[in-house]
Structure formats: C-alpha cells, structure tokens
C-alpha cells in the first residue's frame, strides 16, 4: 500500500469513525468533556504516524484500544501535572457557615410572619421608615396623617412586634451581621 493509499485510508477512518469514537470516550468516563476533542485527535495524529497501517485486521478495534490507551496516558498526565501538598488545604477554609445561614433563614422566616401579623397600616409605616428610609414626618405627609399618629403606629408596631418575636431569635440575626 503506497503512502497515498495509507494516508487516504486514515482520512476515511477519520470521517467514519471520528463521532464513534467520542461516543465511546464519552461512555468511558475517563475523558472530561471539554477533553474530547483533543483526546480524539491526538489518537488520529498516532494513527497517522503509523507506518503499517495495511497490517491493521480490525481497525475501528485498534482505533478504540488506541483511544483508551490515550485517555489513561492523558488522566496520568493530569494527575501528576498539578501535585497538591497538605499545607495547601489549610488555607482553604469555607467562609459559608450552613448552621448559621439555616438559623439566620429560620429567623428570617419568623420575623415575616410577625410582620404579617400587623396591620396594613402599620406595615406601611414600617415599610415607608426602614426600607424608604423616611423621617416621621415625611412618613406623615405622604400618609395624610399627623406626625403623632405615625409615631403612635410605629409604638404599637414595635410593641406587636417584641411581643410575637423572642429575643434569642433577634440575636441570631444580628449575629449574622457581625
């Protein structure tokens, strides 16, 4: 078989066997995805090297024993290319804390439900304070109310709202915040 007839026979391989062959990476495991590609080529290149492919029997078996042979090398060459030391996790300490995040959720969810207990009304002037950030008197003149009945309704939403919520709840949020 001349050079020609070789290199014309590994193109056809190559188009017959290119999506077979990730497939079967694919159904290994052992290649990551974004390494397919790459992984498949390299076998094709080494196939291409190859001198003797007319004493080849079965060729799309020895594309596959070749593609697994490479995926081993290429997780070897992986493993070995970024060797971890123990002293390195040290310092790899996990700024989230699932306790604190559950009872900060926990406390969150209770503080809605007393605020849901209190009046449309009342709400509004909470809302209208904390989260617009307004002064009694702003509050007031966008209600059409008089300053006192806005600090009246703010007295009794804050007494409403010490009597619904324990104040070990109250420390888990501003624990949080800390």
């Known amino acids: 078989m001349s050079d020609r007839d070789t290199k014309g026979s590994l193109a056809e391989w190559f188009r017959q066997w290119r999506v077979p062959l990730r497939k079967f990476l694919t159904g290994k495991g052992a290649v990551p995805a974004a390494d397919l590609e790459d992984v498949a080529q390299e076998v094709f290149l080494r196939l291409m ?41 040290s ?30 009304r009342q709400r509004a002037v909470l809302k209208l304070q904390f989260a617009d950030g307004l002064c009694h008197a702003e509050i007031a003149e966008r209600l059409g109310a008089t300053q006192r009945s806005v600090k009246r309704l703010l007295s009794k939403s804050y007494e409403k709202l010490r009597h619904e919520l324990d104040q070990e709840l109250l420390g888990v949020i501003t624990d949080g915040r800390e």
Request: proline residues 6%; negative net charge; aromatic residues 10%.
């Open 49 to 89: 090297r190859y001198d003797r492919t007319e004493l080849i029997e079965h060729p799309q078996a020895y594309l596959y024993k070749m593609a697994s042979n490479v995926a081993a090398e290429w997780a070897i060459r992986w493993r070995y290319s970024r060797p971890h030391d123990a002293k390195w996790l």
């Open 91 to 120: 310092g790899l300490l996990a700024s989230d804390q699932p306790e604190q995040n559950c009872a900060r959720g926990d406390a969150e969810d209770e503080i809605q439900r007393a605020i849901n207990m209190l009046s449309p």
